[in-house]
């Protein structure tokens, strides 16, 4: 017992030192960007963007919202329904054996048009630049999200601090767990808005009580 405890604090310690690095780095990545995407402008004796930022930063949130709707989308038709999605897929559903699980391919997976879309608008100065920039940017901080709240506070990989008490998140949590029990056929598909996924197919009232319980 005592071996398997070490054993699993150890996989959360690896996963939690490869999360952070990661994130660290990308977030380190992203602000260096924006700050020098846009005082590009200002270097070459232009005015300041004021309307290409807005746009950046519109697209930044629709990236977040369109991922979530995405993930949905995906998490249903590419992960479960689609065999070779599945096979992938199906590591997360079964008991882990170590750090990492086949799944984690698809956080690569998204991450690549979010570099492609990032790199573009960082070298593309223009309007069209800035709304690459900003989608690339929105998926970026989705995905950080994402797994923050999927990996560490939903399946407990690594610890996540203070964000285990804030009581929305604690609902997302629990409904992404009735997603693993199959019990509203697999609903919900998205994990942020979870719980509204539930309430259209009649699972408020179980996630009620699960939250009851907490």
Known sequence: MMLTQALFRREQTVYKVSAIAASAAVIALAVGAVHYRFMWHMKQGHEFPTAEALATFCLTIGGIVGMEMWARWAHKTLWHDFLPGWKLHKSHHEPRTGPFEDNDVFAIVNAAPAMGLCFYG?????????????????????????????????????????????????????????????????????????????????????????CEKQ
Do not use: N
């Open 122 to 210: 960082l070298i593309t100065p223009t309007m069209v630049g800035g709304l690459c920039f900003g989608a690339g940017l929105g998926i970026t901080l989705f995905g950080i999200s994402y797994m923050f709240v999927h990996d560490g506070l939903v399946h407990r990989r690594f610890p996540v601090g203070p964000i285990a008490e804030v009581p929305y998140l604690k609902r997302v949590a629990l409904a992404h767990q009735l997603h693993h029990s199959e019990k509203f056929d697999g609903v919900p598909w998205g994990l942020f808005l979870g719980p509204q996924e539930l309430e259209a197919v009649g699972g408020k009232e179980e996630l009620d009580r699960l």
